[in-house]
């Protein structure tokens, strides 16, 4: 079982640079997110969706888009990076009954921009 | 501003003893769920508990909610150094999921 696999697990960008993070899972959720982490700040919920065609914005949007054209796959595009983007990136999904619910979270994407 | 506040922010015990970690929140939820984190992995969860549920068991953990104080407890009872983690409180509302900032837990051998 793949379950949720987000690419690459690590990238190095200069600032100014533009670069996709790449979000698949399996389980056929409709809920996909992005979350970043950064030490002492826990995670902070950057876009999320509920279904192909519908994304909305979370606590931290700013410099970053998304977009949901299949169940599948949920990109994170970063249009200019910037230093202050440096952190782990995280990739969730789950089931969605009228509320969200169990999350399952990809293995992370460290990204460093310079 | 993060929905969840996680505390203490670091806990240190010996194994066999019992762990209590405590999250509160700001708004109105739907659920409330705890993760765990081992250092440098994603997330998994532990247990979601409802905004109509006062407490619920899974196993060594026990999750309390109080809506009217806005407050969870996760109690990881008979610990093991396996344990030692990163513990983070999740609140919903309307799809919304926004985690709190964790408590550091070390189980000693």
């Known amino acids: 079982n793949a379950g949720v696999t987000q690419t690459p697990k690590f990238q190095v960008l200069k600032t100014g640079q533009s670069m996709t993070l790449q979000c698949a899972q399996d389980m056929n959720h409709e809920y996909m997110s992005w979350y970043r982490q950064d030490p002492g700040m826990g995670l902070r919920l950057i876009h999320y969706?509920?279904?192909?065609?519908?994304?909305d914005q979370g606590e931290v949007p700013n410099g970053y888009n998304v977009s949901r054209s299949t169940t599948e796959d949920f990109p994170l595009r970063l249009l200019s990076a910037a230093p202050s983007q440096t952190s782990v990136y995280f990739c969730a999904s789950s089931f969605l009954a009228g509320e969200a619910g169990e999350l399952f979270f990809g293995e992370g994407s460290r990204l460093t921009v310079l | 501003s993060q929905q969840g506040e996680e505390d203490p922010q670091a806990l240190s015990i010996q194994e066999g003893e019992n762990a209590t970690m405590n999250c509160s929140y700001k708004t109105s939820i739907n659920n409330l769920q705890w993760y765990r984190q081992n250092s440098g992995r994603g997330l998994v969860h532990l247990i979601l508990i409802r905004s109509n549920e006062r407490e619920k068991h899974s196993g060594r953990l026990r999750v309390t909610l109080d809506t009217s104080k806005k407050s969870s407890s996760l109690l990881i009872t008979a610990s093991r150094a396996a344990d030692t983690a990163s513990y983070f409180c999740a609140t919903d509302f309307n799809n919304d999921m926004r985690f709190g900032a964790g408590t550091r837990l070390t189980v000693k051998p």
């Open positions: 969706s509920v279904g192909a065609g519908i994304t």
